[in-house]
């Protein structure tokens, strides 16, 4: 995106001005249907079975009424796998028309020669393919087997099909961080545009956030390559907890769950980011009165998120400015406070912290759509068992078949 | 299709008449708008609300320039909004139009 600057300055810094909140969100994800064919080990909204409850046509089509009469310039669809849905090419098709932009994320399953043909000649439509992995081995032991083929398949039929620019997006892992220059490598092959995002203890991520999220040293191998690459490769503002180690990378560098973003989910809650599916962070329903606009503009966990920050245990830090205390649903499912350092914090803060929850029992993502129970069952299980057992005994979770998708 | 490369024109002439890109909405903030494009996919925020008039009126507007004198612009702020114009320009949020 683009700062351009005119003489008299606002009276507040453009991000002290969304640190307030604006009318409508500057983006916001729509996540369509609990349904993945996938069964990812991060996923985020913990997909897997459709939720009973889901929106109707008609009722998804009054809430693009609404985006559009809020002027929301563009969506993020996901999921679960949005096109599963079987109206998912009508909805895409009335978003569009209702000037309502589309960009949606899949797991590529479901892009044939056909669907990418059609993609290529839409103005409107964007298009993110998930990867977690630049080879199979890495890819496939998040995203299950047969996966990276699916993937590099539907990169293949895009590019085949003259669609240029669509994204490769990909969450940043302990195992595939080594493997930018190959991502990279990928996305020119089938002229993408690279897409990296950072993963969350969030959903089913935070049964495999110990195992997955990159080291101390990895974050600052991270931080320098995507300083070398600049605007060229999107992050969607996820690292700007990275920022505390000096400059800030491209973007708005702040926390906008609830103050330019938010998610709503399959069957219409609305969440302040797609990283914080939880009751903590649940600020309403798009089918309650007022719809959707009400819960954004005047619900009060929303007002809330959007009054000034203290900056709590880490106002003293000098790196403050820059990191904002880093990411809130990070710290959340984590068992940290949310006043207080990310568990990533590249100073160093947070692993004291992350010590100090010790075998305390950290929020459980909500709700859970998995195909098949995971982890400790039933919630007394929960109770009796340390969150993060030592998994030497266990399965590992890597070694679990499949993978889903995240939305963002 | 989506295009990556904006679809602008290179140079910013204020002399020259000038028009929002119809692929472009803009959405009026309180700090002054959000302008996105839909074809490059970009979003840009204009950081006042002059610049937001002047964006607005470059299609009723003989020039540039005029534009800005239109929205009030003093003399001695012209250079700052025309660079404003330039970068918006540069990514291809404004192009020239045919004079009418």
């Not at chain 1, 969304?18 to 997909?47: K, M, R």
């Not at chain 1, 619900?299 to 904002?324: I, K, M, V």
């Not at chain 1, 995971?374 to 068992?385: F, I, N, Q, T």
Request: hydrophobic share 40%.
């Amino acid at each position: 995106m683009t700062l351009v600057a005119a003489e008299r300055p606002t009276p507040l810094r453009l991000v002290d001005q969304f640190q307030l909140g604006l009318d409508a969100p500057i983006c916001l994800t729509w996540e369509l249907t609990y349904a993945c064919n996938l069964a990812c080990v991060h996923c985020l909204s913990s997909s897997g079975r459709r939720d009973p409850n889901e929106l109707s046509t008609a009722e998804c089509k009054r809430l693009i009424d609404e985006f559009e009469r809020m002027q929301i310039f563009y969506v993020n669809i996901g999921g679960g796998e949005p096109t599963i849905r079987s109206d998912f090419w009508e909805l895409v098709d009335y978003a569009t028309a209702h000037h309502v932009g589309v960009k949606f994320s899949t797991n590529g399953s479901r892009i044939t020669p056909e669907v990418a043909q059609r993609l290529a000649s839409s103005d409107y439509v964007d298009v993110q393919i998930s990867l977690d992995g630049a080879t199979p081995e890495v890819n496939d032991a998040v995203r299950g087997a047969g996966s990276f083929d699916t993937a590099v398949r539907a990169m293949e039929r895009m590019a085949a099909a003259g669609f240029v620019g669509f994204k490769l997006s990909v969450v940043i892992t302990r195992q595939n961080v080594s493997q930018l220059d190959a991502f990279q490598a990928l996305a020119d092959r089938y002229r993408a545009q690279l897409r990296l995002t950072r993963l969350r203890p969030s959903g089913r991520g935070a049964d495999v956030w110990d195992e997955l999220h990159p080291t101390a040293e990895q974050q600052r191998t991270l931080y320098e390559w995507l300083l070398a690459h600049g605007e060229q490769v999107l992050t969607g503002d996820s690292f700007f907890h990275l920022a505390g180690y000096g400059e800030s990378l491209p973007g708005l560098n702040l926390c906008g769950a609830g103050r330019v973003v938010c998610l709503v989910d399959p069957v219409g809650d609305v969440y302040a980011c797609p990283f914080a599916i939880h009751d903590e962070f649940l600020a309403g329903n798009v089918r309650s009165p007022g719809g959707f606009d009400r819960v954004w503009k005047s619900s009060a966990l929303f007002c809330d998120l959007r009054r000034p920050e203290t900056g709590g245990a880490c106002a003293s830090c000098g790196s403050y400015d820059a990191c904002r205390g880093g990411c809130m649903a990070a710290k959340f499912f984590t068992g940290l406070p949310l006043d207080g350092p990310d568990p990533e914090c590249v100073l160093g803060h947070g692993e004291p912290r992350l010590a100090a929850v010790g075998d305390t029992i950290p929020p459980r993502p909500s709700p859970d759509h998995s195909r098949r129970p995971r982890g400790p069952a039933a919630p007394v299980a929960v109770a009796l068992l340390p969150r993060r057992p030592n998994r030497a005994g266990d399965e590992h979770p890597l070694a679990a078949a499949g993978a889903a998708h995240h939305p963002h | 299709m989506p295009p990556t490369v904006p679809t602008g024109t290179t140079d910013f002439d204020p002399s020259l008449p000038w028009a929002l890109h119809p692929q472009v909405s803009l959405r009026p903030e309180s700090f002054g708008a959000l302008a996105y494009h839909f074809g490059t996919r970009r979003l840009s925020f204009l950081k006042s609300p002059t610049l937001l008039a002047v964006v607005s009126s470059l299609a009723t507007q003989p020039t540039g320039r005029d534009a800005c004198t239109a929205a009030g612009v003093a003399a001695d702020e012209l250079p700052t909004y025309e660079r404003a114009l330039a970068t918006l320009a540069e990514s291809g949020m404004i192009c020239e139009r045919s004079a009418s």
